[in-house]
């Protein structure tokens, strides 16, 4: 039970910044995307990349407040996926397009989890 609760709050972490910034990037460019329900992976798929990748024991090494700040500041992806989404509305087809940055930014999160090294001592 404890997995599910440390799983929540770390996505809630990622989506603090994420959330208000993309919907208020997606409100200001409502007329130039038709936006699909598949989409909102954006919101997801990252998060799931990063925490599957720092399960691994060589990962979970970094401590308890690096996790944050690696989230935190990933959660600024999902805002940039989406204006990048926005801004090249008229001029890419749409799905693979969305796919790609999707994945992009969840290779993105893999890198960070895996090869971002720790900053900040556990002892």
Known sequence: MEDVEVFFQ??????LPALPISL??????????????????????PFLCWYLCYLLPSVSTKGI?????EL??????????IGIRVALAKRKSTWPFSASLIGTLSIIAIIVAMFLPRFMPTD
């Open 10 to 15: 770390a996505w809630g972490i990622y989506l």
């Open 24 to 45: 208020l990037i997606a409100f200001l460019g409502r007329g130039r995307v038709r936006w699909r329900v598949w989409e909102s992976l954006v919101f997801f798929m």
């Open 65 to 69: 407040n690096q996790p944050v700040f």
């Open 72 to 81: 935190f500041f990933l959660g600024f992806g999902a805002p940039i996926v």
